[in-house]
């Protein structure tokens, strides 16, 4: 119930409700505005900025998958199948319906060796950027072969395509196919090569035909639609792709085929335009022209940037055949991308805070003034004012839950992914300073052939200079004049020096068969004595002995390494680098050129770069602890640590970090294994496949769970303010809105109870101070009514306050009534010697009570005749009879607890008179149509009521009377008795009496 001042003013209770005053009201508001806005303006711009960081690292990983994706599509094999795949698309090759594509002249079912030729030609050379330099293509069958074939693959006149025919048919699986088309073409061909002679025959052809073009067979093993390199191994070598595919006529493994070809492509000629399309393809794809050894994270003020060493397939094809600098693959994204929405929003939020601010203030200073608003105003300013202070709970916790749900990002599983990425970096890095190391060398070996024309001097100090600049431990060279220069280092062990004398017996042997492969001499030339002298007989005995194929095969691994298990060499790496001399003078081979690495080497070179460069790999933030570290073994066995060579140093004093790395050891070579971890980390182990070493990465919390209760308790403060804030406006809007409500009704009520002397004061200023107005007009018009129904009863005050005018006029109707009549008995006598005081003060303590007896019981009281009254019960739910009997009984008790109260004051006993009957009487308005009008009932009830009343005045006692009708009408409602009959003035026949004694079932 709302509290509401009440005070006394003319007569009446005045209702005033208690409204604060509008300044601290307005106050209040404002401090409720500027807080959440002082707030936005420091913590929001921090959750902002958090959750463009995580967003940002998000995107630094979406990077690093797409990159990751992108890497093995960008080698030269890859490539050239993706641009084939598309070709063979677009001319109908393979055509999945009939294979009625590029048809013969003659109808026949097949492809068109001609046409596919040339168009396929044309395609590459579109699609590429260059054409094949062997191309055979053949069409249903191996029929009508085509051969193209680049004229700087042989010395002489290409061989026709018909004689290449079996190397056709080999490749597409013609000696396992059963099933051929039926032609006469066909027919013949199978009858050529059939039989366990025609078998032989096509392998030796087909031997013989691809070593006369390239040295080798490319197409042995090639698997239909994939590009497999392969090295020519004939004079001017090179480095190429084989590719191979057939359009077979049904899905059956040896259904007919309606055609194919084999094509070869020189590496050198690929474009770096095809080679590179799917990263420039990309809006956000690029190239460096530096090596990025790892890969590089950089950022500014307008884009992430991603820079990641190529393939090394790519790298080397490239750098080495087109004598051209390293580069690297390049990601940019646009910084906009990771700008989180609501910063677009920030700032007009900020300008609706500042402006209803401002609004508050000046309704501050306006109401101080005197000033008012209209209710309707004021209603939708508390409602502006109610949002401007709601949304900024609203923004920031939209804000924070946005913020707290990147940040639950961080589980497990991204750490661990996070932990596996940084680990195959660190491998990444090591490979691609490896390849550094060797594009190095491979720049400075091209002098090499320059410097044999100033001696062997010359030869020896650039050798030493080549190795100080490459780490290499030892340097080897061999020219086809059989000189040889052995070049090492001061510090190596002697186990590093006995792998180097082991390598060069192998490679003495090794080059010579090389030489003579490549026909820098012949047989007869070892006989000279500056070459018989290096290549004794026991060395060209042992060089008898090494197989042709793996001695070629090494022949043109020009700067890669050499397997192995031909030198015996263990943990080390050997480099081969053929010695060339220029192009005027031939581009013959002049020398090889052999590097040994120690893979331990190469690991401490890169170790220390990773320490000059201070490689960020560890980082305490965000309440965790991230830590990696890199350790060597004792070999590619991994038996045991090697705690001298680690990074960062403070790793080799770090037990934790050891205990993971020792648990490493196990771990298969290339694998990456989870270690439990306590306390809510996470670490992976790494055994790198190509070096003796172990990477560690870990995850653990600084502060176990402290930012989690951090957030919450910020929540739940942040939930406290909003239920403050809510309970604030509803309290303000209470007191300003609903107190005037509250007083209205509480007036209201005062109303319904009959209670008119009540006054409402609203000193607002608005729609409530004109509603208090109209209430207090109508409790005043009430008042007046009240006074008006004093003088006549309530029939008439309805029928002077109702509109109509036709219910001003005489009239009336004739309906079944009670009409109760009742006197004070011998009041004249009572009051013979009363004052006029004391006269009105009885009456004044009776007639009232009288009448609330006859209203309480759903009758109307129609006159006050003197000390008498009488009441009239129209027609309703309990019949009039019984209504008016209970209305009699009720004025026998009122009267005899007035004579209670008389008795104590030694007063006179006052007495009763009631009669009551009910009929039919006539009930309107009597009287002229301009002069007074009284509603009131007459007839014969009337008088016989009038009349039982006076009987029951003479008797003694003056009891109840009523007439006989009326005691049917009652039923068994009442006790009454029979006290005879009386003459009534006005009726001919005598009148039964009874006296009503009490209600049914009383004592």
């Keep these: 119930m709302t509290i509401v001042g009440v005070a006394r003013g003319a007569g009446r209770r005045v209702l005033a409700p208690a409204v604060p005053s509008a300044a601290p009201v307005a106050a209040a508001w404002l401090f409720l505005l500027i807080f959440p806005l002082l707030f936005l303006l420091v913590r929001v711009d921090q959750w902002l900025d958090g959750e463009e960081r995580w967003r940002e690292r998000a995107v630094r990983r979406e990077m690093l998958d797409v990159m990751r994706e992108l890497q093995p599509r960008l080698t030269p094999a890859k490539r050239l199948e993706e641009g084939l795949c598309g070709i063979e698309r677009l001319i109908g090759f393979p055509d999945p319906g009939s294979g009625r594509t590029l048809v013969a002249a003659d109808d026949h079912p097949g492809l068109d060796p001609a046409r596919l030729s040339e168009r396929f030609e044309t395609e590459c050379r579109r699609t590429i950027g260059c054409k094949p330099v062997f191309l055979l293509a053949a069409g249903a069958d191996g029929t009508a072969p085509c051969l193209r074939i680049d004229p700087s693959l042989m010395d002489g006149a290409p061989p026709r395509a018909v004689t290449m025919q079996p190397v056709w048919l080999s490749v597409a699986g013609w000696l396992e196919r059963r099933i051929w088309r039926h032609t006469g073409e066909t027919d013949t061909l199978k009858r050529r090569w059939s039989g366990s002679s025609a078998v032989r025959e096509m392998q030796v052809r087909r031997a013989g035909l691809l070593e006369r073009v390239f040295g080798n067979d490319p197409f042995d093993g090639l698997t239909w639609g994939t590009a497999q390199p392969f090295v020519r191994m004939r004079p001017g070598g090179g480095r190429y792709l084989a590719y191979a595919n057939f359009l077979p006529s049904g899905p059956k493994p040896d259904a007919p085929l309606l055609g194919g070809y084999l094509a070869v492509f020189r590496i050198d000629d690929i474009p770096r335009r095809f080679l590179l399309a799917p990263l420039l393809s990309r809006p956000d794809g690029r190239i460096t022209s530096r090596l990025a050894v790892i890969p590089r994270e950089t950022s500014s003020a307008d884009a992430l940037r991603l820079e990641c060493a190529p393939p090394k397939e790519l790298l080397q094809d490239w750098c080495l055949g087109q004598r051209d600098r390293p580069f690297s693959l390049m990601l940019e994204w646009d910084r906009a991308t990771v700008r989180h929405p609501f910063r677009t929003w920030q700032p007009w939020l900020l300008a609706g805070f500042y402006l209803i601010v401002f609004g508050t203030g000046a309704y501050v200073f306006l109401r101080l003034g005197g000033f008012f608003l209209p209710l309707r105003l004021r209603g939708q300013i508390a409602f502006a004012v109610g949002v401007a202070t709601v949304l900024p709970l609203i923004a920031c916790s939209g804000v924070m839950v946005s913020y707290l749900d990147y940040r639950k990002d961080i589980d497990r599983d991204r750490q661990e992914k996070m932990i596996a990425e940084r680990l195959e970096m660190l491998e990444n890095g090591l490979l691609g300073y490896f390849e550094s190391v060797k594009h190095r060398l491979w720049q400075m070996k091209e002098s090499l052939s320059c410097r044999t024309e100033d001696g062997p001097a010359s030869v020896t100090r650039y050798l030493e200079h080549l190795r100080r600049r490459t780490h290499a431990p030892v340097v080897f060279m061999i020219t086809q004049r059989g000189e040889e220069f052995f070049v090492a280092g001061p510090g190596i062990s002697e186990k590093t020096r006995m792998m180097a004398e082991r ?245 209201g009520r005062e109303v319904a109870a009959g209670r008119f002397d009540v006054a409402l004061r609203l000193k607002t200023g608005d729609e409530f101070e004109r509603l208090a107005a109209e209430f207090n007009g109508m409790t005043a018009g009430l008042r007046e009514r009240e006074r008006l129904a004093r003088f006549v009863s309530d029939e008439v005050l309805t029928t002077v306050r109702g509109n109509d005018v036709v219910g001003l006029h005489p009239g009336g109707e004739r309906r079944r009534v009670g009409v109760l009549f009742a006197h004070i008995a011998d009041f004249e006598r009572i009051t013979a010697g009363a004052s006029v005081d004391e006269i009105f003060a009885l009456l004044d303590d009776i007639l009232p009570r009288i009448e609330r007896a006859i209203r309480d019981n759903g009758g109307s009281l129609d006159k006050i005749i003197g000390d008498g009254v009488m009441g009239v019960f129209h027609p309703a739910e309990i019949p009039a009879a019984i209504r008016a009997g209970n209305a009699a009984l009720a004025m026998k008790r009122i009267f005899d607890e007035a004579n209670r109260e008389r008795a104590d004051d030694d007063m006179v006993p006052l007495r009763v008179s009631v009669g009551f009957v009910t009929g039919n009487a006539i009930c309107g308005k009597i009287g002229s149509r301009s002069g007074r009008l009284d509603f009131t009932v007459i007839g014969d009830t009337v008088n016989l009521a009038a009349r039982l009343e006076s009987e029951s005045r003479r008797r003694i006692g003056s009891p109840i009377l009523t007439d006989e009708e009326t005691i049917f009408s009652m039923g068994m409602a009442f006790r009454y008795g029979l006290l005879g009959t009386v003459f009534v003035k006005g009726r001919s026949k005598p009148v039964q009496v009874y006296e009503l004694v009490a209600p049914e079932g009383t004592a």
């Design 503 to 747: 390598l060069g017996e192998v490679v003495r042997a090794m080059t010579m068969r090389m030489f003579l492969l490549s026909g820098c001499f012949g047989e007869s030339d070892l006989e000279l004595p500056h070459r018989s002298k290096l290549w004794t007989r026991r060395r060209r005995a042992i060089a008898a002995n090494l197989s042709l194929i793996d001695v070629g095969s090494m022949m043109y691994l020009d700067g890669r390494e050499i397997d192995p298990r031909f030198s015996g060499i263990g943990d080390s790496i050997v480099f081969q680098y053929m010695i060339k001399y220029p192009k005027e003078r031939g581009g013959r081979l002049h020398g090889l050129l052999y590097a040994m690495f120690r893979r331990s080497d190469i690991l401490g070179m890169y170790l220390r770069s990773l320490e000059r460069r201070r490689e960020a790999f560890s980082d305490v933030g965000n309440g965790a602890s991230v830590d990696f570290a890199m350790f060597a073994t004792s070999g590619m066995d991994r038996l045991s640590l090697d705690p001298a060579t680690v990074w960062p140093r403070a790793a080799a004093v770090d037990r934790r970090i050891l205990d993971l790395a020792r648990r490493t050891l196990s771990v298969p070579a290339g694998s990456t294994q989870e270690i439990p971890e306590a306390a809510g980390g996470v670490s992976l182990v790494r055994a790198f496949l190509e070096f003796p070493v172990v990477a560690v990465g870990s995850v653990r919390p600084v502060l176990p769970f402290q930012h989690v209760w951090n957030e919450r308790l910020l929540i739940a403060g942040w939930s406290l303010y909003a239920l403050f804030l809510v309970a604030f406006v509803t309290y303000v809007l209470t007191r300003n809105f609903a107190l005037p409500l509250e007083s209205v009704g509480a007036a």
